[in-house]
């Protein structure tokens, strides 16, 4: 018997609540999975937030009322969750290029309900540059030291951090010493745009956290259970990764997501973002017990 994947059950929840005031809380709570878990989920599968998808799928009813219905768009705007028609209005414009009145004028339904086919670059990266099962490791614990500062989903803010690291990085450790990039699971925060602010960090492995410059932030990696995964080739393909991991293998195993950080290991020397030689090793938490690494 096949059981639903933690991200059927938020959206089957979503669905039947489409209506009512629910957010990122109660879809958490519901689910019986942290808000964590629920923000990496969403961002990665399908690059949005739990917030910005329950706006999108409620607009996507209205839309079907405006053309379907003879509804008034007030009564529309508040059956959709919408506090005013004016925000309503705005909201609508920006998802579909004109105002509920001009949409139901046109009478045509832009809704797409068909799934993202994937192209023929992406199927070869899933192919050939990722570990399709991977490494299930009981890390001990780690210190790292380095540089903190933040990313957003629709933004990445992290090569100009790592450009930051990289001059410390060659001042004050050895070359050899593995870099980390961690995300800091419990600085998220939202904005009003539906966009999802992480808090990161980006550092290397240390043996203690004394003697370090002040300019340096510390942080000790949890031990516990990771799966490992590798991902070969342009960092730009890495959210191809994350949408493997989370949307293809997470639910058709019996792993469970624990609620540490997640965090990738550079062990090579990034010469070019775009090298079809790098390699990351993404450590995924997971909860139980493995062996020793």
């Known amino acids: 018997m096949k059981y639903p994947s933690p991200l059927e059950n938020a959206i089957e929840y979503i669905e039947k609540h489409l209506n009512e005031n629910i957010g ?5 709570r519901e689910t019986g999975y942290s808000y964590y878990y629920m923000t990496r989920l969403f961002s990665a599968v399908l690059g949005e937030s739990v917030g910005h998808y329950i706006n999108r799928r409620r607009l996507y009813n209205a839309s079907e009322k405006l053309i379907h219905s003879h509804q008034r768009v007030i009564d529309i705007a508040l059956d959709s969750g919408f506090k005013s028609p004016e925000a309503f209005s705005r909201a609508f414009k920006a998802t579909f290029g004109s105002s509920p009145a001009e ?4 009478g045509l339904d832009l809704v797409v309900h068909a799934k993202k086919q994937l192209v023929p670059e992406d199927v070869c990266h899933i192919a050939n540059n990722i570990s399709h099962s991977p490494e299930i490791i009981e890390m001990r614990e780690k210190k ?9 989903l629709f933004t990445n803010k992290l090569p100009g951090l790592w450009e930051q690291f990289g001059d410390i990085h060659k001042e004050l450790f050895a070359s050899a010493r593995p870099c980390v990039s961690i995300c800091e699971t419990q600085q998220t925060t939202y904005t009003k745009d539906g966009d999802v602010s992480f808090r990161v960090m980006v550092g290397c492995v240390v043996n203690d956290l004394d003697n370090l410059p002040p300019v340096l932030a510390v942080k000790t990696l949890s031990p516990g259970r990771y799966a490992v995964f590798t991902h070969q080739g342009a960092f730009k393909n890495l959210i191809k990764t994350y949408q493997y991991i989370f949307g293809t293998w997470l639910p058709g195993t019996k792993e469970e997501l624990d609620d540490r950080e997640d965090f990738e290991v550079y062990e090579r020397e990034v010469l070019s973002p775009d090298d079809p030689n790098n390699e990351v090793k993404i450590f995924i938490p997971l909860k139980d017990k493995g062996r020793l690494f």
Do not use: P
């Open 24 to 28: 990122l809380n109660d879809v958490s």
């Open 103 to 106: 949409y139901r004028k046109a």
């Open 144 to 152: 790292v030291a380095g540089l903190r500062g933040s990313t957003s």
